[in-house]
């Protein structure tokens, strides 16, 4: 059974930096895309980055590109999102979650780990 455990979740001032990290345990996730998602209070989750297995293909929305980036080190089975310039905004219980490269759904995720970040 493969699980998903997020850290380094907390309060930060708005403009800090704060570095999430995903360990997985159960099964070799080298070869699976992993995910961080986010969901704010009252709204759904969405998709914040996402990582091939290679880690030279990333996906980054948006609302995020050029302060969060996504990261991976296969050899911990570890998957990290590094996150600069915290925004108010971006206050939301992060996840992460791992699916295979042949689907568009993610099978395993996290218990998901709180951020707040206060103006």
């Known amino acids: 059974q493969v699980q998903l455990v997020e850290s380094g979740g907390g309060l930060v001032q708005a403009g800090g930096s704060l570095r999430l990290s995903c360990a997985a345990s159960?099964?070799?996730?080298?070869?699976?895309?992993m995910g961080w998602f986010r969901q704010a209070p009252g709204k759904e989750r969405d998709v914040v980055a996402a990582i091939w297995s290679g880690g030279r293909t990333v996906y980054t929305d948006s609302s995020v590109k050029g302060r969060f980036t996504i990261s991976r080190d296969n050899a911990k089975n570890t998957v990290y999102l590094q996150m600069k310039e915290r925004k108010p905004e971006d206050t939301a219980v992060y996840y992460c979650?791992?699916?295979?490269?042949?689907?568009?759904?993610?099978?395993?995720w996290g218990q998901g780990t709180p951020v707040t970040v206060s103006s």
């Open positions: 979650a791992a699916r295979r490269q042949d689907t568009g759904t993610y099978a395993y």
């Open positions: 159960g099964r070799t996730l080298s070869s699976y895309v």
